[in-house]
Each structure stands twice: as C-alpha cells, then as structure tokens.
C-alpha cells in the first residue's frame, strides 16, 4: 500500500518557491504529451498508408472500383494459396502494430480511423479459415467479365490515354494466369466440395461462352482498338492495335476458351444441388462471419429473419393503404402481382425513353436537395445504360468518380427490354443509387481529406444502408405524391426486407432455392425470371443483401433518437453531416458518434 501524506504548510511553502519552476515543468510535459500525441498520430497514418497500400495491391480491381486508379495495370492474384497466406499474414502483423499504438494519446478523429482499422482488420482476418479462394468465379462477378466490362471505357477504368491503354492491355496479360489458377482452385473445390450451386453456375456459362471469339477483332476485348481516340498519334494507334491483337489471339482467348469449357464439362457436373451456404465445409460459421461482416453487428441470423418478416408486415399495412389509391382493390400481399401486369406502368419502347426520365428526375433533384443537405459532393454525377454484356444478370449501380477527376461518379441503368421496363421504382432506384445516395456518400469519401484506407475502403452496412436511408427522403422532398412512385418506394424497401428472410432462409434455416422463388413472387410479385435471378445472387454472394436494411433501419433509429432528444434544435441537414462527415463507419461507432452530437447539442 502506498502511503499518503498531508501537504501541511512546509510543503505549500515550498510549492511556491519553486513554482516558477513547476510551471516550467508542466510546459516541458505539456510539449513532451503533444509531441507524444503526434507521434502516436505519425504512427497510425504510416500503418493506415500501409495497410491500404496492401489491400489495394491484393485486389487491385476493388481499387479501380472505388476510384483509386494506381494499380489499374494490376489485377492481383488474391486467389493464388501462396498470396492469400502472405497477406494473412500482413494483416495479423499490422493488427499487432496498431494494438502497440496508445489509442487514447490519439487525437479525436485520429481515434476514429483507429477504431474503423482494428474493425477492418478483425473483419479481414475472421475470414482466413474459410476457403473462399476456391470459388472464384460465379454470375454476379469474376475477373474475365468485370475486365470485359472495362473494354468500353465507359466503366470503372478510363480509356482515355495512351497510359490507360498500355494499364488495360497488362491487364489483359495477366489474364490468363488468373484464369489458370481459378480453374486450379475450383478442382480443388471439387475435391474438398466446395464448390458454388449448380443453378447459379449454369446461368454463368452464357457470360463466359460470350467471351470466346473465333478472330481478336471479334472480342470484345478488342473494343478498345474499335474505340481509339482520333488524338492519338498513328505510330501509338499502330503499336496499339498490333499488341492487342497479339494478346488476345495468343494468350486471352485460348484462356478463356479453355475455362468456358472447363465450366461447361466438369465444373457444372461437379456443383452442387443444395442451396444455402450452411451445406459447404464449416459452412455456418462460415456464414456467421458473413453476417457480422456484412451488417457489422452481432445480430444472429434469427434476428435478422425476424426483422426481415417484422418489415414484411409493416410494408403490407402500407400496401393496403396505397393500393386503392391505384386503383386496386385486392388483399394487400396481391398488390406487386397486380401492379406488375398492369401496361401503364410500363410505359416504354426505347432506352432512350428510360434514361430521359432518369434525367429529369436528376435534374428536378438539383433543385431540392440543398433543402436537406449543407454537405454534398462536388463530384459530378452522369446518367448511363449499362453494357450489353452483363444487362442479362446486372442490376441498376453506381460507380465512384476517379480520385483524380477523370471520371464522373455514373448511375447506370439496366434496360433489357425497354418494353418491360416498369416504372413504378425510377423515383427510389434513382434516390438510391445516384443522389443522394450513393454518389453523396462514395462521392464525398475522395473530398473530405481521410487516409486512403477509409476513402477507398467501406463496409457494406454504411454504404448500402445510407442509400436504402437516401429512398425514404423522397417523401419529404414531395417525390412520392403519385401513389405509383411510392408503391415503387414500398416496393423496393420490400425487397430489402425479403431479401433478410430468404438471405437468412437459405443459408441458416433450410430452406430451398424453389421456396426462396416461391417467396419473392408472392412478396414483390416477381416474375418467375426475376425472382430466379434475385435468389441465385443472394445463393452465391451470402449475406451481402443483409447491410441494406439492417444500416437504413439503424440511421433512421439514430435520426428518430435525434429528433426527440434534441426537438426544436434538430436539424436534418446537420443530422446528415454528422452520418456523412467521417466517412463510412461500422453502425457501432457511428451511432457513438451521433450519440456525441446529441450530447453536445444540448
């Protein structure tokens, strides 16, 4: 025990003799405790700068993706055993050099990107038991269609310079060694029964045939060439076109050739016929860490089914109240049914007709969104329709502007058939995937000056959850005043919550992929095609269809606690600076942080 004495009056007089003294004391350690706050913060921004630089040269389409254009001569080769087990093991060595670091001798927003780091990093490495190298390839994304998708120039890599053509072509290069060592990993998925459903795999197999070609000018890895910029010169036109047409004939199309076949003969035969993820190897747990990290919570699967139906029901009491005001007057789970086999609501004949709404729609935006927002990107956003080699299995996205301002942030518009293009969703999609969803929040990450790992990087339940949160601010802004367009709203948000049940239903509780269909068509009136397509996406990407509903429902919550702790000082634009300002955040840290601004608005 240590003892304790009294001051007394020696000791006070002593205390002011020498406080000249103790002031200078406490100046050197006021100097020494900033210079040790600094150090620490020095310490962090090197280990973030690091950390990014490692995720983004192991996947360096993911940075393409997010508008980080430095390795877009790079694909990475994340899926080859050898390189998966080194950057593991990065991981598990920066997460020991970030617990060395004193979190609390950080500064505030310092402490911030500590606490996003230590949850990226336990999320990353929560996943190195599980295999996922072995399925590398499915319907919804792979190497060889993403990069076919490039080829137009108009996607995730610009096509606008020489440099970007010679990135595009070493892509293009390595190609083939990434399709190699997929066709390696699925037979050994094969052997350990890893392997992706069969139903899914066999919707793939159009996509990969579509990449063979019998000449190079025939791929479309060759539009490129198709497309040169007049503002080249004849002697970099020349070399151009000759290297690309001695890669794809040499190495890229042999490639692609052999895995369509490899697909198509053994892979296909070998898939499964089960449907969640729970009958892989260590599936379940597999899952779990799927949910966690796609909803960054600790809900259970249970939790999340149950929220999924509690949501179904709420949006089937409002159907029941908009229903007649269309003109229906069914059982309210019969509404989407009936909606969908009405010819007005399918009002066109070309895509040009599509887009054209979807513009004015941007346009009318423009004039009501300062209403709601004081923070908002300066980042253009452009209206686009979608290539035509993945319209098939593609739904309506955004993309992220480049970081350098080559490229604006792009809505595109999935328009198969124009004819049976409904458009009872425009309003919602277009709220939800251009502004002020996606592009204010992916958009603004490049502009408010954060470390590279947290404005390139992201969690799904922030990113999909602001931009399900976005839709329901039509309502304010006077967008849903025709009952179609805010059928169209409960419609979507009926997706979301679907899409918790059978996400859930398939993978932890059993149930098949014909009663996953059966489910959607009787929820949101779907189309047997269309709730196909819906459950093999949520069958090969488990859990990611989770973060849209559980981040939309915590902001709304947050933004409700807001409002009633705050009344008359609330302000929406505020609250919205406050979820934008720091960028994407797992939910638990961002409800801290308005929890923050609650307390100091009072």
Known sequence: MKRIFPL???????????????????????????????????????????????????EPIGATENGDGRFDDQIGMAIAPAVRVRQFALYHGFQRRLQAIARASLSPKAQISYD???????????????????????QMDSMPVTLANYASGQAGQSLTSVKGYKAYLNRLNQLPAWIDQAIANMREGMRQGVVQPKAAMQSALPQFKQLVSATPEASIFYTPIKNLPATFSAADKKSLTRAYRASIDSKLAPALARLAAFLENDYIPAARTSTGWSALPGGMDWYLARVASQTTTTMTPEEVHATGLKEVARIQREF????????????????????SAQDKFRPFTTEQQVIDVYRKLDAQLRTKLPKLFTLMPKAPLDLRLEPELSRATASDHYT??????????????????????????????????????????????????LPNFRKFGGNNAFTEGWALYAETLGKEMGLFDKPEDYFGHLNDEMLRAVRLVVDTGMHAKGWTREQSIQYMRDTLGYTDALAKSETERYMVWPAQALGYKIGSLKIAALRARASAALGEKFSLPAFHQVVLGDGTLPLSLLEAKVDRWIAASK
Do not use: C
């Not at 406490?26 to 310490?43: E, I, L, R, S, Y």
């Not at 908009?322 to 049914?337: I, T, W």
């Open 8 to 58: 007394g009056a020696i000791g006070a007089a002593i205390l002011i003799a020498f406080a000249p003294a103790h002031a200078a004391v406490a100046a050197v350690a006021a100097k020494a405790g900033v210079a040790h706050v600094a150090q620490a913060g020095k310490q962090l921004d090197v280990l973030a700068d690091q950390y990014y630089d490692a995720v983004a040269r192991f």
């Open 116 to 138: 996003i780091l230590d949850y990226e990093l336990a999320s990353a490495l929560s996943f190195e038991k599980f295999p996922e190298h072995l399925l590398p390839i499915n």
């Open 400 to 449: 992220a502007p480049a970081a350098d301002g080559s490229r604006p942030g792009v809505f595109w518009s999935v328009v198969n058939d124009p004819k049976q293009y409904g458009s009872t969703g425009m309003v919602t999609l277009f709220l939800h995937e251009g502004q002020p969803g996606h592009h204010f929040h992916i958009a603004l990450l490049q502009e408010l000056n």
């Open 320 to 339: 029941a109240i908009v229903g007649p005001k269309m003109g229906y007057d069914g059982p309210a789970n019969g509404l989407p049914n009936w909606v």
